[in-house]
Protein backbone atom coordinates (compact mmCIF):
# COMPACT_ATOMS: atom_id res chain seq x y z
CA UNK A 1 0.00 0.00 0.00
CA UNK A 2 1.04 3.50 -0.54
CA UNK A 3 0.76 6.53 1.60
CA UNK A 4 -2.44 7.70 1.22
CA UNK A 5 -2.20 11.45 1.99
CA UNK A 6 -0.09 11.57 -1.60
CA UNK A 7 -0.33 11.63 -4.71
CA UNK A 8 1.23 9.87 -7.66
CA UNK A 9 3.16 10.60 -11.23
CA UNK A 10 2.64 7.97 -14.03
CA UNK A 11 6.46 8.58 -13.84
CA UNK A 12 6.76 6.96 -10.13
CA UNK A 13 6.96 10.35 -8.23
CA UNK A 14 4.94 11.09 -5.24
CA UNK A 15 3.61 14.70 -3.77
CA UNK A 16 2.61 15.93 -0.75
CA UNK A 17 0.95 18.92 0.73
CA UNK A 18 2.74 20.19 3.98
CA UNK A 19 1.36 23.44 5.55
CA UNK A 20 0.74 24.86 1.85
CA UNK A 21 4.02 23.78 -0.44
CA UNK A 22 4.53 20.65 -1.46
CA UNK A 23 6.78 17.83 -0.91
CA UNK A 24 8.35 15.52 -3.81
CA UNK A 25 10.28 12.09 -3.91
CA UNK A 26 10.42 8.83 -5.87
CA UNK A 27 8.14 5.72 -4.52
CA UNK A 28 8.87 2.90 -3.01
CA UNK A 29 8.28 1.05 -6.52
CA UNK A 30 10.46 3.19 -8.21
CA UNK A 31 13.56 3.26 -5.78
CA UNK A 32 13.12 -0.77 -5.78
CA UNK A 33 12.78 -0.91 -9.63
CA UNK A 34 16.36 1.36 -9.25
CA UNK A 35 17.85 -1.15 -6.72
CA UNK A 36 20.71 0.82 -4.97
CA UNK A 37 20.86 4.40 -5.32
CA UNK A 38 24.22 6.01 -5.23
CA UNK A 39 23.41 9.74 -6.29
CA UNK A 40 21.03 12.72 -6.85
CA UNK A 41 21.14 15.24 -7.84
CA UNK A 42 18.91 17.87 -6.47
CA UNK A 43 17.62 20.68 -7.77
CA UNK A 44 18.42 24.63 -6.81
CA UNK A 45 16.20 26.29 -4.05
CA UNK A 46 14.46 29.22 -6.32
CA UNK A 47 14.96 27.04 -9.40
CA UNK A 48 11.29 26.92 -11.44
CA UNK A 49 9.62 24.81 -12.90
CA UNK A 50 6.67 23.65 -15.47
CA UNK A 51 4.48 20.31 -15.49
CA UNK A 52 7.05 17.82 -16.10
CA UNK A 53 10.10 19.15 -16.50
CA UNK A 54 13.00 17.31 -15.44
CA UNK A 55 14.25 18.37 -12.07
CA UNK A 56 16.56 15.89 -10.77
CA UNK A 57 18.40 13.08 -11.66
CA UNK A 58 19.06 9.79 -9.83
CA UNK A 59 21.49 7.31 -10.02
CA UNK A 60 21.49 3.74 -9.35
CA UNK A 61 24.97 1.62 -9.62
CA UNK A 62 24.37 1.43 -13.27
CA UNK A 63 21.66 3.38 -14.27
CA UNK A 64 20.69 7.14 -14.40
CA UNK A 65 17.03 8.29 -14.45
CA UNK A 66 15.43 11.66 -14.38
CA UNK A 67 12.67 13.31 -11.93
CA UNK A 68 10.16 14.96 -13.27
CA UNK A 69 8.03 18.16 -11.57
CA UNK A 70 4.57 16.62 -11.12
CA UNK A 71 3.54 20.15 -10.57
CA UNK A 72 4.84 23.74 -11.83
CA UNK A 73 5.93 25.19 -8.88
CA UNK A 74 9.41 26.92 -7.85
CA UNK A 75 11.63 24.57 -5.26
CA UNK A 76 11.48 26.05 -2.14
CA UNK A 77 13.54 23.94 -0.39
CA UNK A 78 15.86 20.62 -0.85
CA UNK A 79 16.70 17.54 0.74
CA UNK A 80 21.27 17.85 1.34
CA UNK A 81 21.44 14.81 3.25
CA UNK A 82 20.83 12.92 0.07
CA UNK A 83 24.37 14.44 -1.14
CA UNK A 84 25.94 12.28 1.38
CA UNK A 85 23.15 9.27 2.16
CA UNK A 86 21.45 8.54 -1.11
CA UNK A 87 20.36 5.01 0.70
CA UNK A 88 17.92 7.46 2.66
CA UNK A 89 15.41 7.07 -1.03
CA UNK A 90 15.91 3.38 -1.00
CA UNK A 91 15.48 2.96 2.97
CA UNK A 92 12.66 5.32 3.44
CA UNK A 93 11.73 6.46 0.36
CA UNK A 94 8.05 8.61 1.51
CA UNK A 95 9.81 10.04 4.67
CA UNK A 96 13.95 11.07 5.26
CA UNK A 97 14.31 10.19 1.23
CA UNK A 98 11.68 13.32 0.31
CA UNK A 99 13.83 15.06 -2.74
CA UNK A 100 12.17 18.98 -2.58
CA UNK A 101 9.67 20.99 -1.66
CA UNK A 102 8.20 23.24 -4.12
CA UNK A 103 5.58 26.00 -4.42
CA UNK A 104 2.47 25.41 -6.79
CA UNK A 105 2.33 27.85 -9.87
CA UNK A 106 -0.94 26.19 -9.91
CA UNK A 107 -2.74 23.88 -7.84
CA UNK A 108 -5.34 22.76 -10.71
CA UNK A 109 -2.52 20.51 -11.94
CA UNK A 110 -2.80 18.63 -8.88
CA UNK A 111 -6.36 17.03 -9.69
CA UNK A 112 -4.75 15.21 -12.81
CA UNK A 113 -2.26 13.18 -10.61
CA UNK A 114 -3.18 9.60 -9.48
CA UNK A 115 -4.54 8.77 -5.67
CA UNK A 116 -2.79 6.04 -3.64
CA UNK A 117 -5.38 3.72 -5.16
CA UNK A 118 -5.37 4.12 -8.89
CA UNK A 119 -1.26 4.59 -8.41
CA UNK A 120 -1.38 0.93 -6.76
CA UNK A 121 -3.21 -0.43 -9.59
CA UNK A 122 -0.88 1.57 -12.33
CA UNK A 123 1.61 -0.30 -10.13
CA UNK A 124 0.21 -3.62 -10.82
CA UNK A 125 -0.01 -2.90 -14.50
CA UNK A 126 3.54 -1.93 -14.85
CA UNK A 127 4.44 -5.16 -13.01
CA UNK A 128 2.81 -7.82 -15.44
CA UNK B 1 44.95 -7.08 -36.13
CA UNK B 2 44.57 -9.60 -38.62
CA UNK B 3 42.06 -9.15 -41.91
CA UNK B 4 40.30 -11.92 -43.49
CA UNK B 5 39.31 -10.92 -46.72
CA UNK B 6 36.31 -12.82 -48.43
CA UNK B 7 36.44 -14.50 -51.33
CA UNK B 8 34.26 -13.97 -54.56
CA UNK B 9 32.29 -17.08 -53.95
CA UNK B 10 31.38 -15.82 -50.69
CA UNK B 11 30.27 -12.59 -51.71
CA UNK B 12 28.33 -13.93 -54.38
CA UNK B 13 26.78 -16.12 -51.69
CA UNK B 14 25.83 -13.18 -49.71
CA UNK B 15 24.96 -11.04 -52.70
CA UNK B 16 22.09 -14.15 -53.96
CA UNK B 17 20.89 -13.99 -50.32
CA UNK B 18 19.70 -10.72 -50.01
CA UNK B 19 18.78 -10.43 -53.66
CA UNK B 20 20.73 -8.32 -55.53
CA UNK B 21 22.82 -9.41 -58.74
CA UNK B 22 26.42 -7.31 -57.73
CA UNK B 23 27.98 -4.63 -54.95
CA UNK B 24 26.81 -1.87 -57.40
CA UNK B 25 23.27 -2.68 -57.43
CA UNK B 26 23.62 -1.84 -53.12
CA UNK B 27 24.40 1.77 -54.18
CA UNK B 28 21.26 2.14 -56.99
CA UNK B 29 19.74 4.63 -54.54
CA UNK B 30 22.15 6.86 -55.33
CA UNK B 31 21.43 8.92 -58.59
CA UNK B 32 23.92 8.14 -61.63
CA UNK B 33 25.23 11.54 -62.29
CA UNK B 34 26.29 11.92 -58.68
CA UNK B 35 28.36 8.68 -58.34
CA UNK B 36 31.87 9.08 -59.43
CA UNK B 37 32.91 7.90 -63.09
CA UNK B 38 36.36 6.62 -62.01
CA UNK B 39 38.41 6.36 -58.82
CA UNK B 40 41.76 7.09 -60.56
CA UNK B 41 43.62 5.02 -58.47
CA UNK B 42 46.44 3.70 -59.61
CA UNK B 43 47.48 -0.58 -59.97
CA UNK B 44 48.87 -2.33 -57.31
CA UNK B 45 52.48 -1.96 -56.31
CA UNK B 46 54.56 -5.07 -55.05
CA UNK B 47 55.43 -4.52 -51.49
CA UNK B 48 58.70 -4.02 -52.23
CA UNK B 49 58.04 -1.07 -54.71
CA UNK B 50 55.67 0.20 -52.51
CA UNK B 51 58.31 0.69 -49.82
CA UNK B 52 60.65 2.05 -51.84
CA UNK B 53 57.90 4.71 -53.50
CA UNK B 54 57.37 5.81 -49.95
CA UNK B 55 60.86 5.88 -49.25
CA UNK B 56 61.33 8.31 -51.72
CA UNK B 57 58.75 10.63 -51.19
CA UNK B 58 59.72 10.44 -47.14
CA UNK B 59 62.84 12.11 -48.16
CA UNK B 60 60.98 15.23 -49.01
CA UNK B 61 60.44 15.97 -45.43
CA UNK B 62 62.95 17.58 -43.96
CA UNK B 63 63.55 15.27 -40.79
CA UNK B 64 66.70 16.33 -39.39
CA UNK B 65 66.55 19.82 -39.19
CA UNK B 66 66.88 21.33 -35.32
CA UNK B 67 63.46 22.16 -33.98
CA UNK B 68 62.32 25.21 -32.05
CA UNK B 69 58.49 25.17 -33.33
CA UNK B 70 56.46 24.68 -29.97
CA UNK B 71 52.83 26.86 -30.24
CA UNK B 72 51.81 23.97 -27.68
CA UNK B 73 53.62 20.70 -28.98
CA UNK B 74 57.02 20.77 -27.74
CA UNK B 75 60.09 18.89 -29.07
CA UNK B 76 61.02 16.84 -25.63
CA UNK B 77 63.26 14.08 -25.20
CA UNK B 78 61.50 10.45 -24.98
CA UNK B 79 63.52 8.15 -22.93
CA UNK B 80 63.80 4.28 -24.90
CA UNK B 81 62.00 2.82 -21.99
CA UNK B 82 58.61 4.61 -23.76
CA UNK B 83 58.81 3.13 -26.44
CA UNK B 84 59.86 -0.03 -25.13
CA UNK B 85 57.04 -0.36 -22.39
CA UNK B 86 53.96 1.32 -24.44
CA UNK B 87 54.62 -1.27 -27.54
CA UNK B 88 54.33 -4.19 -25.16
CA UNK B 89 51.66 -6.24 -27.06
CA UNK B 90 49.63 -6.07 -23.72
CA UNK B 91 49.06 -2.48 -23.72
CA UNK B 92 49.26 -2.14 -27.39
CA UNK B 93 45.80 -0.70 -27.99
CA UNK B 94 44.66 2.64 -28.60
CA UNK B 95 41.48 1.76 -26.97
CA UNK B 96 39.22 1.26 -23.47
CA UNK B 97 38.77 -2.54 -23.81
CA UNK B 98 34.43 -3.17 -23.94
CA UNK B 99 34.93 -5.80 -21.21
CA UNK B 100 37.16 -3.35 -19.22
CA UNK B 101 37.14 -5.28 -16.17
CA UNK B 102 38.86 -7.89 -17.74
CA UNK B 103 41.81 -6.15 -18.62
CA UNK B 104 42.95 -5.46 -15.05
CA UNK B 105 46.31 -4.30 -16.45
CA UNK B 106 44.88 -1.69 -18.51
CA UNK B 107 42.85 -0.58 -15.90
CA UNK B 108 45.41 -0.56 -13.51
CA UNK B 109 47.72 1.82 -15.85
CA UNK B 110 44.85 4.64 -16.20
CA UNK B 111 44.51 4.18 -12.45
CA UNK B 112 47.95 5.52 -12.26
CA UNK B 113 47.86 7.63 -14.68
CA UNK B 114 45.47 9.10 -13.47
CA UNK B 115 47.44 9.53 -9.80
CA UNK B 116 50.03 10.71 -11.84
CA UNK B 117 47.89 13.76 -13.10
CA UNK B 118 46.18 14.62 -9.55
CA UNK B 119 49.97 14.91 -7.96
CA UNK B 120 51.31 17.09 -11.27
CA UNK B 121 48.29 19.15 -11.11
CA UNK B 122 47.67 19.57 -7.37
CA UNK B 123 44.10 18.49 -8.28
CA UNK B 124 41.84 16.00 -7.04
CA UNK B 125 40.80 14.08 -9.93
CA UNK B 126 41.68 12.95 -13.00
CA UNK B 127 39.80 10.99 -16.02
CA UNK B 128 41.22 8.94 -18.06
CA UNK B 129 42.36 11.46 -20.57
CA UNK B 130 40.21 12.87 -23.87
CA UNK B 131 41.58 13.34 -27.37
CA UNK B 132 44.23 16.26 -27.16
CA UNK B 133 44.57 19.70 -25.67
CA UNK B 134 42.16 21.47 -28.22
CA UNK B 135 39.00 19.12 -27.20
CA UNK B 136 39.76 19.18 -23.70
CA UNK B 137 38.85 23.07 -24.07
CA UNK B 138 35.58 22.25 -25.34
CA UNK B 139 35.13 19.88 -22.82
CA UNK B 140 36.21 21.79 -19.65
CA UNK B 141 33.79 24.78 -21.04
CA UNK B 142 30.56 22.39 -21.32
CA UNK B 143 31.60 20.97 -18.00
CA UNK B 144 31.49 24.15 -16.72
CA UNK B 145 27.90 24.93 -18.06
CA UNK B 146 26.94 21.75 -16.75
CA UNK B 147 28.00 22.76 -13.36
CA UNK B 148 27.04 26.67 -13.23
CA UNK B 149 23.41 25.40 -15.05
CA UNK B 150 21.56 29.32 -15.52
CA UNK B 151 24.75 30.52 -17.42
CA UNK B 152 26.26 30.14 -20.91
CA UNK B 153 28.78 32.17 -21.11
CA UNK B 154 32.47 31.13 -21.41
CA UNK B 155 35.12 33.66 -21.24
CA UNK B 156 38.63 33.26 -22.78
CA UNK B 157 41.27 35.15 -21.50
CA UNK B 158 43.42 36.68 -24.11
CA UNK B 159 46.52 34.09 -22.79
CA UNK B 160 44.32 31.03 -24.34
CA UNK B 161 46.08 29.97 -27.62
CA UNK B 162 43.70 31.12 -31.05
CA UNK B 163 43.69 27.44 -32.36
CA UNK B 164 42.15 26.56 -28.70
CA UNK B 165 39.51 29.01 -28.92
CA UNK B 166 39.01 28.19 -32.81
CA UNK B 167 38.23 24.97 -31.52
CA UNK B 168 36.12 25.79 -28.90
CA UNK B 169 34.20 27.84 -31.51
CA UNK B 170 34.08 25.20 -34.11
CA UNK B 171 32.27 22.46 -31.37
CA UNK B 172 29.99 24.50 -29.81
CA UNK B 173 28.73 26.27 -33.31
CA UNK B 174 25.13 24.36 -32.61
CA UNK B 175 25.22 25.04 -28.75
CA UNK B 176 23.63 27.85 -27.07
CA UNK B 177 26.93 29.06 -25.46
CA UNK B 178 28.44 32.56 -26.47
CA UNK B 179 31.58 32.76 -26.58
CA UNK B 180 33.79 36.63 -25.40
CA UNK B 181 36.85 37.34 -25.01
CA UNK B 182 38.55 39.06 -21.66
CA UNK B 183 38.79 38.31 -17.95
CA UNK B 184 35.17 39.79 -16.55
CA UNK B 185 34.29 36.37 -14.35
CA UNK B 186 30.63 38.06 -14.30
CA UNK B 187 27.53 35.84 -14.89
CA UNK B 188 30.10 33.42 -16.69
CA UNK B 189 30.04 29.77 -16.25
CA UNK B 190 34.15 29.83 -17.25
CA UNK B 191 36.80 32.02 -17.10
CA UNK B 192 39.40 29.70 -19.42
CA UNK B 193 43.38 31.25 -19.30
CA UNK B 194 46.14 29.31 -20.48
CA UNK B 195 49.89 29.33 -18.65
CA UNK B 196 52.28 29.80 -20.06
CA UNK B 197 50.14 31.77 -22.78
CA UNK B 198 50.47 30.96 -25.93
CA UNK B 199 52.98 33.40 -26.51
CA UNK B 200 55.16 31.98 -24.42
CA UNK B 201 54.29 34.82 -21.30
CA UNK B 202 53.98 33.22 -17.66
CA UNK B 203 51.29 34.40 -14.93
CA UNK B 204 50.35 34.12 -11.90
CA UNK B 205 46.56 33.94 -11.94
CA UNK B 206 45.56 33.26 -8.45
CA UNK B 207 44.32 36.17 -8.54
CA UNK B 208 41.69 35.83 -10.98
CA UNK B 209 41.03 32.66 -9.72
CA UNK B 210 39.67 34.03 -6.35
CA UNK B 211 37.72 36.22 -8.77
CA UNK B 212 36.03 33.85 -10.38
CA UNK B 213 34.91 32.28 -7.42
CA UNK B 214 33.49 35.48 -6.36
CA UNK B 215 31.34 35.81 -9.15
CA UNK B 216 30.61 32.19 -8.75
CA UNK B 217 32.31 31.70 -12.40
CA UNK B 218 34.29 28.40 -12.40
CA UNK B 219 38.10 28.92 -12.98
CA UNK B 220 39.46 27.11 -15.81
CA UNK B 221 43.73 26.45 -16.24
CA UNK B 222 45.01 24.81 -19.56
CA UNK B 223 48.59 24.34 -18.23
CA UNK B 224 51.98 22.73 -19.91
CA UNK B 225 52.69 20.00 -18.06
CA UNK B 226 56.66 19.65 -18.59
CA UNK B 227 56.38 23.40 -17.42
CA UNK B 228 54.65 22.58 -13.38
CA UNK B 229 58.67 21.51 -12.72
CA UNK B 230 59.01 25.10 -12.14
CA UNK B 231 55.68 27.03 -11.82
CA UNK B 232 52.76 26.97 -10.12
CA UNK B 233 50.50 24.56 -10.37
CA UNK B 234 46.84 25.14 -11.46
CA UNK B 235 45.54 23.49 -8.39
CA UNK B 236 47.86 26.39 -6.22
CA UNK B 237 46.44 29.18 -8.30
CA UNK B 238 42.66 27.33 -6.89
CA UNK B 239 41.33 25.82 -10.54
CA UNK B 240 38.41 24.12 -10.61
CA UNK B 241 39.23 22.69 -13.78
CA UNK B 242 42.72 21.82 -14.88
CA UNK B 243 43.18 21.04 -18.57
CA UNK B 244 46.86 20.30 -20.99
CA UNK B 245 48.09 19.17 -24.49
CA UNK B 246 50.02 16.09 -22.85
CA UNK B 247 52.18 15.86 -25.62
CA UNK B 248 55.25 16.80 -24.37
CA UNK B 249 54.88 13.48 -21.86
CA UNK B 250 56.88 11.18 -24.08
CA UNK B 251 54.27 11.67 -26.95
CA UNK B 252 56.51 11.88 -30.15
CA UNK B 253 55.61 14.96 -32.35
CA UNK B 254 53.69 13.87 -35.34
CA UNK B 255 51.32 15.47 -38.22
CA UNK B 256 48.51 16.30 -35.76
CA UNK B 257 48.51 13.46 -33.32
CA UNK B 258 47.78 10.60 -31.98
CA UNK B 259 47.83 12.97 -28.55
CA UNK B 260 46.53 13.58 -25.45
CA UNK B 261 43.95 15.40 -23.50
CA UNK B 262 44.48 16.15 -19.91
CA UNK B 263 41.84 16.84 -17.78
CA UNK B 264 41.74 17.11 -13.90
CA UNK B 265 39.08 18.79 -11.90
CA UNK B 266 38.14 19.05 -7.74
CA UNK B 267 36.63 15.98 -5.72
CA UNK B 268 32.65 18.54 -6.01
CA UNK B 269 32.96 18.46 -9.27
CA UNK B 270 33.49 15.15 -10.41
CA UNK B 271 29.90 14.08 -11.44
CA UNK B 272 29.95 16.43 -14.04
CA UNK B 273 33.51 15.72 -15.52
CA UNK B 274 33.42 13.79 -18.81
CA UNK B 275 35.58 10.89 -19.73
CA UNK B 276 35.85 7.53 -18.38
CA UNK B 277 37.21 7.76 -14.53
CA UNK B 278 39.08 4.28 -13.11
CA UNK B 279 38.45 3.79 -9.54
CA UNK B 280 40.44 1.62 -7.42
CA UNK B 281 38.35 -1.45 -4.87
CA UNK B 282 38.23 -4.96 -3.79
CA UNK B 283 36.87 -7.93 -4.99
CA UNK B 284 35.09 -10.86 -3.42
CA UNK B 285 37.92 -12.11 -1.85
CA UNK B 286 39.09 -8.51 -0.78
CA UNK B 287 42.08 -8.46 -3.35
CA UNK B 288 42.91 -5.08 -4.94
CA UNK B 289 41.16 -4.79 -8.34
CA UNK B 290 40.37 -1.79 -10.44
CA UNK B 291 36.63 -0.77 -12.38
CA UNK B 292 35.67 1.84 -14.17
CA UNK B 293 33.58 4.20 -11.80
CA UNK B 294 30.80 6.58 -11.83
CA UNK B 295 29.49 5.38 -15.42
CA UNK B 296 26.06 6.63 -14.83
CA UNK B 297 27.85 10.13 -16.20
CA UNK B 298 28.64 8.44 -19.39
CA UNK B 299 27.05 7.93 -23.15
CA UNK B 300 26.38 4.02 -23.00
CA UNK B 301 24.17 4.71 -20.09
CA UNK B 302 22.79 8.11 -20.07
CA UNK B 303 22.25 8.32 -23.73
CA UNK B 304 21.99 11.83 -25.06
CA UNK B 305 21.66 13.25 -21.55
CA UNK B 306 25.50 11.83 -20.80
CA UNK B 307 27.85 14.39 -19.19
CA UNK B 308 29.72 14.31 -23.15
CA UNK B 309 29.82 11.81 -26.19
CA UNK B 310 33.22 11.30 -24.76
CA UNK B 311 33.17 7.42 -24.32
CA UNK B 312 36.52 6.70 -24.70
CA UNK B 313 39.61 7.66 -24.10
CA UNK B 314 43.50 8.00 -25.28
CA UNK B 315 44.35 5.42 -23.51
CA UNK B 316 47.97 4.66 -25.38
CA UNK B 317 49.30 7.88 -25.03
CA UNK B 318 48.15 8.03 -21.26
CA UNK B 319 50.20 5.33 -20.85
CA UNK B 320 53.17 7.00 -22.05
CA UNK B 321 52.59 9.77 -20.29
CA UNK B 322 52.27 7.70 -17.28
CA UNK B 323 55.41 5.89 -18.25
CA UNK B 324 57.62 8.87 -19.18
CA UNK B 325 56.31 10.72 -15.54
CA UNK B 326 57.10 7.70 -13.52
CA UNK B 327 60.91 7.71 -15.28
CA UNK B 328 61.35 11.55 -14.92
CA UNK B 329 59.73 11.71 -11.28
CA UNK B 330 59.51 14.70 -9.01
CA UNK B 331 63.23 15.76 -9.91
CA UNK B 332 63.65 14.80 -13.25
CA UNK B 333 61.05 16.94 -14.15
CA UNK B 334 61.95 19.99 -12.16
CA UNK B 335 65.42 19.14 -13.85
CA UNK B 336 64.02 19.21 -17.34
CA UNK B 337 61.45 21.81 -16.06
CA UNK B 338 64.72 23.87 -15.41
CA UNK B 339 67.26 23.43 -18.35
CA UNK B 340 64.47 24.63 -20.85
CA UNK B 341 63.90 27.50 -18.78
CA UNK B 342 67.73 28.44 -18.68
CA UNK B 343 68.31 27.25 -22.08
CA UNK B 344 65.84 29.83 -23.31
CA UNK B 345 67.28 32.80 -21.14
CA UNK B 346 70.62 32.17 -22.89
CA UNK B 347 68.96 32.06 -26.11
CA UNK B 348 67.56 35.43 -25.34
CA UNK B 349 70.53 37.26 -24.57
CA UNK B 350 71.93 35.90 -28.06
CA UNK B 351 69.08 38.09 -30.03
CA UNK B 352 70.05 41.29 -29.35
CA UNK B 353 69.37 42.25 -32.70
CA UNK B 354 65.36 41.28 -32.59
CA UNK B 355 62.72 42.86 -30.01
CA UNK B 356 61.59 40.43 -27.71
CA UNK B 357 58.00 41.07 -27.41
CA UNK B 358 57.00 38.95 -24.29
CA UNK B 359 56.31 41.92 -21.38
CA UNK B 360 55.93 39.10 -18.48
CA UNK B 361 58.53 36.29 -17.92
CA UNK B 362 58.82 33.27 -19.49
CA UNK B 363 59.19 29.17 -19.67
CA UNK B 364 60.46 28.01 -22.69
CA UNK B 365 59.06 29.74 -25.21
CA UNK B 366 58.71 33.40 -26.28
CA UNK B 367 57.69 35.91 -29.19
CA UNK B 368 60.34 38.00 -30.93
CA UNK B 369 59.62 41.09 -33.73
CA UNK B 370 62.58 40.06 -36.46
CA UNK B 371 64.13 43.10 -38.73
CA UNK B 372 61.97 40.69 -41.61
CA UNK B 373 58.84 38.66 -42.51
CA UNK B 374 59.01 36.13 -40.19
CA UNK B 375 57.67 33.73 -43.25
CA UNK B 376 60.11 34.25 -44.86
CA UNK B 377 63.18 33.61 -42.00
CA UNK B 378 61.48 30.94 -41.96
CA UNK B 379 61.90 29.03 -45.24
CA UNK B 380 65.44 30.45 -45.28
CA UNK B 381 66.26 28.94 -41.51
CA UNK B 382 64.90 25.60 -43.00
CA UNK B 383 68.32 25.72 -45.53
CA UNK B 384 70.47 26.71 -42.54
CA UNK B 385 69.07 23.66 -41.11
CA UNK B 386 66.89 24.80 -38.61
CA UNK B 387 63.23 24.72 -38.04
CA UNK B 388 62.88 28.32 -36.64
CA UNK B 389 59.23 28.59 -34.56
CA UNK B 390 55.83 29.75 -35.71
CA UNK B 391 54.92 33.09 -37.52
CA UNK B 392 52.79 34.71 -34.81
CA UNK B 393 50.10 35.84 -38.30
CA UNK B 394 49.99 32.05 -38.93
CA UNK B 395 47.92 31.71 -35.66
CA UNK B 396 46.47 34.36 -36.16
CA UNK B 397 48.28 36.85 -34.14
CA UNK B 398 50.37 39.59 -34.22
CA UNK B 399 52.86 41.27 -36.94
CA UNK B 400 54.24 39.66 -39.90
CA UNK B 401 57.78 39.79 -38.97
CA UNK B 402 56.68 38.31 -35.33
CA UNK B 403 58.47 34.77 -34.36
CA UNK B 404 57.48 32.25 -31.46
CA UNK B 405 60.55 30.47 -30.72
CA UNK B 406 60.49 27.30 -28.35
CA UNK B 407 63.41 25.88 -26.60
CA UNK B 408 63.13 22.38 -24.74
CA UNK B 409 66.19 20.37 -23.34
CA UNK B 410 67.22 18.39 -25.98
CA UNK B 411 68.82 21.99 -27.54
CA UNK B 412 72.71 22.05 -26.84
CA UNK B 413 74.73 24.86 -26.28
CA UNK B 414 76.03 24.58 -29.81
CA UNK B 415 72.90 24.35 -31.23
CA UNK B 416 71.72 27.47 -29.47
CA UNK B 417 74.67 29.63 -30.77
CA UNK B 418 74.48 28.09 -34.17
CA UNK B 419 70.58 28.87 -34.29
CA UNK B 420 70.84 32.73 -32.82
CA UNK B 421 73.68 33.41 -35.69
CA UNK B 422 71.94 31.62 -38.10
CA UNK B 423 68.87 33.99 -37.31
CA UNK B 424 70.81 36.87 -37.29
CA UNK B 425 72.46 36.19 -40.46
CA UNK B 426 69.15 35.51 -42.36
CA UNK B 427 66.87 38.05 -40.42
CA UNK B 428 69.61 41.00 -41.03
CA UNK B 429 70.66 40.26 -44.22
Same mark, same amino acid.
Given at each position: ?59 ? /? ?49 ? &? ?16 | ?313 ? &? ?17 ? /? ?84 ? &? ?9
Amino acid at each position: MFPTDAKYTKDHEWIREEDGSYIVGITSFAAEQLGDITYVEVPEVGDEFSITNEVATVES /VKAASDIYAPISGSIIEVNYALEDQPELVNENPFTGGWFFKMSASNVEELS &ALMDANSYESYVQEQDH | MSWTPTTDIERQEMLDIIGVSSIDDLFSSIPNELRLKSWDIPEGLSEMSTLSTIDKMSRKNSVDTVNFMGGGYYDHYIPAAVNALSSRSEFYTAYTPYQPECAQGTLQSIYEYQSAICRLTGMEFSNASLYEGGTAVFEAATMSIRINRKRNKIVCHSSMNPNYRAILESHTANLDVEIVDGDDPGNAACVIVQNPAFDGTIQDFTELGNACKEAGALFVVSFYPISLGLMKTPGEMGADIAIAEGQSLGIPLSFGGPYLGILATLKKHVRKMPGRICGETVDTEGKRGFVLTLQAREQHIRRGKAMSNICSNQ &ALCALRALIFLSLMGKEGL /VEIATHCHSKTEYLKSKLSFATILNEGNTFNEFSVRLPKDAREVLKAMVKEGFNAGIPLVDIGRGDANDLLIAVTEKRTREELDAF &ASALENVSCS
